[in-house]
Nanobody, 124 residues
């Protein structure tokens, strides 16, 4: 499956952005989906994940209550709604797909496909 992330940009502290990740190539609903981020000089960090039907979601403590992951299988797209953004949310954000549809994981090595990343910058 090919993944294309979009929606990043520059926003002020407290603002919102919605990231999208469009999938193509295979049946999107067969995949568990996740979002990760990587800031300069830091390791890739888990942000959020959801199962194939979007019913079960999982968030890192750093974004819980501020970010929401969702998916629309009819549109082959997973979203990350980011509210109350903070400067420490600045990073390149990546979407990822796991071939195990029921998987919901915070481990990057449990994902099989990755998008190219989209930059999110939060100014103070």
């Amino acid at each position: 499956v090919q993944l294309q992330a979009s929606g990043g940009g520059l926003v002020q502290t407290g603002g919102s952005l919605r990231l999208s990740c469009a999938a193509s190539g295979r049946t999107f609903s067969n995949y568990g989906m996740g979002w990760f981020r990587q800031a300069p000089g830091k390791e890739r960090e888990f942000v959020a994940a959801t199962t194939w039907n979007g019913i079960i979601t999982y968030y890192s403590d750093s974004v819980k209550g501020r970010f929401t992951i969702s998916r629309n299988n009819a549109k082959n797209t997973v979203y990350l709604q980011m509210d109350s953004l903070k400067p420490e949310d600045t990073a390149v954000y990546y979407c990822a797909a796991s071939a195990i549809w029921s998987r919901i994981s915070a481990r990057p090595d449990e994902y099989d496909y990755w998008g190219q990343g989209t930059q999110v910058t939060v100014s103070s």
